[in-house]
């Protein structure tokens, strides 16, 4: 049964009165009109909500519970219009983003902590996800937002660039060329180097045969796998590897990270897309948040102050 919204109005502020002429004034009524609505909303409802005399007004049971329950839907409204005008502003919502697993060593992390600080009212949903598989969840509406690697996101997608970073040497701490700050990619080739599986890190495979393309050498692939695999592979001596530069977080007790420079030095770029038709605000507050972190963080850049154990990027 739906009651006219006006009687439960006039009812609210005849119970918060408990005085008819008072309740009048308020709310710009003569008292008949004002007595008639609420006896129609007694009928509707089919109790009695007052307790009329010539000296006072008192709420009934019934009518002190519709009292309470109009009062809790005031609230509600309140809060309804609150979370609405939110997620219009991208304050407030839902919002999936698809992640390529490379992408958790870059500057994601920080940019999801700043974004959960933030929006609070926004609900973050994280699909780890093959950067090939991406284009096609964002089609389908089951992503807001990839986070992936560039060749893999079609023109009507509008990928746009977020994160760049440098490629690096990754080899043990006891590596001669652990000490250096700098080799050239003719020198990585001197060494047998661990690379990357054509089926599951093609991006980097992409990347590492354009590098030893530039440098007109040959490449001694000893073994090939997908990060962070491929570090636990250098670790175990099987080779060098070539990554990317925020990686050198890891495993820095044993292994140090060397930049690279002249022919075939190549930076991994990291872009966001999203369906044109998709309308969630949130998308926007998230990149702007990427871009920012980005602009403090540029490139990784080489020559900051070198790690325990590691050489400086």
């Not at 509707?44 to 709420?59: D, F, I, N, P, Y």
């Not at 780890?128 to 096609?136: A, G, T, V």
């Not at 746009?160 to 000490?179: I, K, N, W």
């Not at 990149?287 to 403090?296: F, G, T």
Request: avoid cysteine; proline fraction near 7%.
């Amino acid at each position: 049964m739906l009651i006219d919204s006006r009687l439960l109005q006039v009812f609210a502020v005849v119970a918060e009165e408990l005085h008819f002429g008072r309740a009048a004034q308020r709310l710009h009524l003569s008292q008949p009109p004002l007595s008639q609505s609420v006896r129609k909303l007694e009928e509707a409802l089919g109790v009695q909500l007052l307790e009329r005399t010539t000296r006072s007004v008192r709420l009934t049971s019934a009518g002190a519970e519709l009292q309470r329950r109009i009062r809790r839907m005031e609230t509600e409204h309140e809060a309804t219009v609150r979370q609405v005008r939110q997620a219009a502003s991208g304050e407030a919502g839902h919002l999936t983003i698809g992640l390529t697993p490379s992408a958790a060593y870059s500057n994601v992390p920080q940019a999801l902590f700043a974004f959960r600080r933030r929006y609070p009212g926004v609900v973050l949903d994280l699909l780890e996800m093959n950067s090939s598989e991406m284009p096609d969840a964002l089609h389908r509406q089951r992503l807001d937002l990839a986070l992936l690697r560039p060749p893999f996101a079609d023109a009507d997608l509008a990928p746009v660039p977020l994160y760049s970073e440098p490629m690096v040497l990754a080899l043990r701490s006891d590596h001669p060329l652990a000490a250096k700050r700098w080799v050239t990619m003719a020198q990585v080739l001197d060494l047998p180097l661990v690379g990357y599986a054509r089926d599951r890190s093609r991006y980097f495979s992409q990347v590492l045969r354009q590098m030893i393309e530039a440098a007109g050498k040959p490449a001694d692939i000893v073994q090939e796998s997908m990060i962070p695999t491929i570090l636990t592979l250098v670790e175990a001596g099987f080779g060098a590897a070539v990554v990317p530069a925020s990686l050198g977080r890891m495993r820095m007790d044993i292994l140090s990270y060397v930049g690279i420079r002249g022919p075939g030095a190549f930076r991994a770029e990291l872009a966001a897309a999203r369906h044109p038709d998709n309308p969630n605000p949130s998308i926007d507050a998230f990149v702007a948040i990427m871009r920012e972190i980005s602009d403090k963080h540029v490139g990784m850049r080489a020559g900051r102050p070198r790690p325990a154990g590691a050489a400086a990027l």
